[in-house]
């Protein structure tokens, strides 16, 4: 039996050492992002596990959403008195959009620990688990989407097709921050378990402070108490073109700032630790 | 051509969990023979490998022996490149084919054919591979239109030849394996142990942890001792083997 049997691909040699932790770290997201097809094989695959013995399948969060935003936006609306007309496709998107804040967040968190069988078994990037989870999650918000969609037709909001495009470039900028906050936060939770619960309390504070529900208006003189907050730019550069409205600079500004910041960190993070990862599982 | 090497190479895991301090007492007073150090942070570490030096090459067929904590699965998983070496450097070249836990990714609710589907893809294999092979991987399970059903509706037995067949239909270049492939059925396991053999003759290189000696007589044509996570002996199968009986008390092996 010769070797010529086999396909040899650049992938078929894995050396320890023959290059530096910083490029093993590049090298494994590059990886990741090469091997799309698994990756979306395999979110694609966790969500018809979730939703398989059910009717309605992944539209039954479709559906308590729409719950959520007919009953929230009739209180809400109510309560700040704004028009419905107004105030239901921005809290339609809104929620939307946070939800899959919060789920990429309480994801990441614990996708390393949830995927330990997988990598104490076959060696795969650490990035393809993270691309894993986000492009599930990413699906899910797509169905969640249709809600605003038909929010939209019935009220008659078009944004146009540079809204549209705009809102894409804004969810672009909301998935490259997605990425090193869940690698990160993987990182540390499968180090230090007891971080998942601090992160489930912390979004949930996050929640009351972003404005999906109210509007940033409402804070009057002190809407500077949201410019710390990178969450609510990184909602509005996707929710503002959507509702026909541009997204301010800052938004952008702050949003890629975030990642600039954020991905040089979690690089630092990755490079010296990525090894450990499945040590500590 | 596949090739593996091991220049001083080591692990340590540090302990994480519980108090540091009772903990070492607790691990001191058990029967594993991981070595404990404490680190320069005063963290408990066990040596899972120290200094780990090895060299395969086409056709070695490797079994390895040792007591329970001497270092076999987290060798395996290093060869894998599951745990990256902590110390030292380790090259490997070959499609590796780690085959260490039998129902890895198996989705009970998931039809049959999905699930050989899956575990191909896990191995990085393309789709289009894996549906060639379909036929041969079907007629092997004996399990007809039952592949396409869930998982969940399928006896323990049934699961079994499924999750074997699925785990055994890959062209290997380097197979690992903890532990031999446990088969219960009996009219099955004749069947399985031939697929299993032509799947080890298959590949180049095979590294292989058992208990069973009959397994590694019959699979192995060398023997790597392990203790306290070094080589203690590596070479011909019945050197070894005789020695390590000796040692180890074992005058009446497993046949």
């Known amino acids: ?281 | 051509m596949a090739s593996i090497h091991l220049n001083d190479v080591s692990v340590d895991f540090v302990l994480y969990q519980g108090s540091a301090r009772s903990l070492k007492k607790t691990l001191l007073r058990s029967s594993t023979s991981g070595v404990l150090k404490h680190d320069a942070h005063h963290r408990v570490t066990v040596k899972a490998l120290s200094n780990f030096s090895l060299g395969l090459e086409h056709g070695d067929r490797v079994g390895l022996v040792g007591g329970n904590g001497a270092g076999k699965t987290t060798l395996l998983r290093v060869l894998a490149g599951v745990y990256e070496p902590t110390a030292g450097r380790i090259r490997v070249e070959g499609r590796v084919t780690p085959l260490f836990d039998l129902g890895l990714g198996l989705d009970m609710d998931a039809s049959g054919y999905d699930n050989i589907r899956m575990r191909a893809a896990y191995f990085g294999i393309d789709a289009d591979e894996v549906e060639r092979k379909m036929d041969d991987i079907a007629a092997f399970t004996e399990l007809g239109d039952y592949l396409n059903l869930p998982v969940r509706t399928y006896s323990a037995g049934m699961t079994l030849r499924l999750a074997f067949a699925a785990a055994t239909s890959v062209d290997p270049e380097i197979l690992l394996m903890d532990e031999w492939l446990a088969v219960s059925d009996k009219k099955f396991l004749e069947k399985a142990q031939r697929r299993a053999e032509s799947f080890v003759n298959r590949s180049s290189i095979m590294v292989i942890a058992s208990h069973v000696e009959d397994v590694l007589r019959r699979l192995c044509n060398k023997i790597l001792w392990l203790e306290r996570g070094t080589v203690l002996r590596f070479g011909p199968v019945d050197d070894v083997l005789d020695e390590y009986n000796a040692r180890t008390g074992n005058d009446a092996p497993l046949r």
């Open chain 1, 1 to 281: 039996m010769t070797g010529a049997l086999f396909h040899r691909r650049s992938g078929d040699i894995y050396d320890s050492g023959d290059r530096s932790q910083s490029e093993r770290a590049w090298d494994d997201l590059l990886d990741g992002g090469r091997r799309w097809r698994l990756w979306s094989k395999l979110g694609w695959h966790d969500i018809r596990k979730r939703y398989r013995r059910s009717v309605l399948g992944p539209f039954w969060l479709t559906l308590s959403m729409a719950v959520m935003v007919a009953s929230l936006g009739l209180i809400y609306g109510t309560l700040f008195r704004l028009d419905l007309e107004n105030y239901l496709p921005f809290l339609a998107i809104g929620l939307a959009t946070w939800n899959f804040v919060a789920s990429f967040l309480n994801e990441g968190c614990t996708s390393f620990i949830d995927l330990e069988p997988l990598i104490k078994n076959v060696r795969i990037p650490m990035s393809l688990h993270i691309l894993r989870v986000l492009w599930r999650n990413l699906i899910i918000y797509a169905h969640n989407i249709v809600i605003f969609a038909v929010v939209a037709v019935i009220f008659g909001v078009w944004p146009g097709v540079t809204g549209v495009l705009l809102a894409l470039a804004g969810l672009g900028l909301l998935l490259v921050n997605a990425g090193w906050i869940m690698l990160l936060c993987g990182m540390i939770c499968t180090r230090f378990r007891d971080v998942p619960p601090i992160v489930a309390s912390v979004i949930q504070l996050l929640f009351f402070v972003t404005p999906v529900m109210w509007k940033p208006e409402l804070l009057g003189d002190r809407r500077y108490l949201m410019v710390l907050n990178p969450f609510y730019h990184l909602i509005e550069v996707i929710r503002a073109p959507l509702l026909g409205q541009t997204p301010g600079w800052e938004n952008w500004a702050v949003g890629l700032l975030f990642a600039a910041a954020g991905w040089a960190f979690t690089f630092a993070v990755f490079a010296r630790f990525r090894k450990r990862i499945a040590y500590w599982l």
